[in-house]
């Protein structure tokens, strides 16, 4: 994250007229009845492509849908992601049925400069997320040059995000320009207080960004379901909230770094809890030592959404990665919301996460009103961690 955008090769530099360009994007987006319905990673990824096109290039878009788990799975197939991006891209997309093989090549092959191939959902093939080499090479075959414009597949070493890269070149599209770019914001002095806000289902997918994040932040607001693994650290009882037993000794390690680093972490006060996952079923607020037992956390309460509101009234950086509870029902969402109430009505630089929480903001409204909204949250973290990113180095040089 610290290394410069200057140093990727971006596809503006790209010479690539009269050529065929693999361009790897992130489509998996949510699908009912056939039909996308929320087409926002697909609007995201139109820059690149119109700027390639303008070039006058053959396009193939390879992206994945779901977890199939290397198998076809006739839900996940991308019919229904041609049908949308025909549409917003004004111009019509050949879906191929596979992502591999002859009649694959050969299709390509007969296509003109300004036509724009789809391929079936890579993950159809275990050798996609295995990274297997001879199944990049396959998929490297089908053009002359590579980009990767998909941010939210970056911190995933796959065939299709690191292993072309060793037979094409390859060049960063504007969509990964543009989320360095913010993302650059929070890590190059940012203007403090710099808060972040952390919630989701599983505390395992966010312990190693909380560990990046006390080396930058001041604050630390703990929601969702990440907050009942560190409430059990710290001996409270849960009830039957989701706790990952096997992070205590790890989230008792955070809170220890967080106290030599004196950065401020705040766990729910209260909490909102039910006995089932249900939009019917009866809620009540507790605190949060007096959960009882058989009852599940599902949201924060009242006074913990005062509490983190103030903090985040205080900022001048905020960064979310995370709801605040099962907001997808009415009766858990009111931490979420008022969160997101609280970023969109202050004053600070504000970054949200992809994934739920962008999904969450958009839905509640507000996403006008947040000064960055990334598409891709497992990425963002990695960044925000400090990780390496294998298939955004493969873009350096």
């Known amino acids: 994250?610290?290394?410069?955008?200057?140093?990727?090769?971006?596809?503006?530099?790209?010479?690539?007229?009269?050529?065929?360009?693999?361009?790897?994007?992130?489509?998996?987006?949510?699908?009912?009845?056939?039909?996308?319905?929320?087409?926002?990673?697909?609007?995201?990824?139109?820059?690149?492509?119109?700027?390639?096109?303008?070039?006058?290039?053959?396009?193939?878009?390879?992206?994945h849908l779901g977890r199939p788990k290397g198998e076809r799975v006739p839900g996940l197939c991308l019919d229904p992601v041609a049908a949308c991006l025909q549409i917003l891209l004004d111009r019509e997309i050949h879906k191929l049925d596979d992502c591999v093989g002859d009649k694959i090549k050969q299709a390509i092959d007969q296509g003109s400069s300004g036509e724009v191939f789809m391929l079936e959902n890579l993950r159809f093939h275990p050798e996609e997320e295995a990274n297997n080499a001879q199944f990049a090479h396959s998929l490297a075959s089908l053009g002359d040059v590579y980009v990767n414009d998909a941010f939210a597949?970056?911190?995933?070493?796959?065939?299709?995000?690191?292993?072309?890269?060793?037979?094409?070149?390859?060049?960063?599209?504007?969509?990964?320009?543009?989320?360095?770019?913010?993302?650059?914001?929070?890590?190059k002095n940012p203007a403090r207080p710099y808060v972040a806000i952390i919630g989701g289902k599983k505390a395992k997918s966010k312990l190693g960004a909380l560990r990046g994040l006390l080396e930058r932040v001041d604050v630390i607001l703990i929601g969702g379901g990440v907050a009942f693994t560190f409430m059990r650290a710290k001996g409270y009882q849960v009830g039957d909230s989701v706790v990952d037993e096997s992070l205590l000794e790890k989230v008792k390690e955070v809170i220890r770094l967080a106290h030599e680093k004196r950065v401020l972490v705040l766990l729910p006060q209260d909490v909102v809890v039910s006995e089932q996952v249900d939009a019917s079923a009866k809620t009540v607020v507790c605190a949060t030592d007096e959960i009882p037992a058989g009852w599940i956390g599902l949201d924060i309460g009242p006074e913990t959404i005062r509490s983190f509101g103030e903090q985040i009234a205080l900022a001048r950086t905020v960064v979310w990665a995370g709801p605040m509870g099962a907001f997808e029902l009415e009766q858990f969402s009111a931490g979420t919301r008022e969160v997101g109430e609280a970023l969109a009505s202050g004053n600070a630089f504000t970054v949200v996460g992809g994934g739920e929480t962008g999904a969450a903001v958009t839905q509640?409204?507000?996403?006008?009103?947040?000064?960055?909204?990334?598409t891709g949250g497992g990425a963002c973290l990695a960044l925000l961690e400090g990780k390496a990113l294998p298939a955004l180095d493969a873009l350096r040089g």
């Open 153 to 187: 597949t970056l911190h995933r070493a796959h065939a299709s995000t690191l292993g072309v890269t060793h037979y094409l070149p390859s060049y960063a599209g504007m969509l990964v320009q543009k989320e360095i770019n913010a993302l650059n914001h929070l890590a």
């Open 1 to 63: 994250m610290n290394r410069c955008l200057g140093q990727l090769r971006l596809v503006q530099d790209a010479v690539v007229a009269g050529k065929t360009v693999l361009v790897r994007v992130d489509y998996n987006v949510p699908l009912e009845n056939g039909a996308v319905t929320d087409d926002g990673r697909i609007r995201a990824s139109l820059p690149t492509l119109e700027e390639l096109l303008r070039k006058g290039v053959k396009i193939v878009l390879l992206t």
């Open 364 to 374: 509640m409204g507000i996403a006008d009103r947040i000064s960055y909204i990334s």
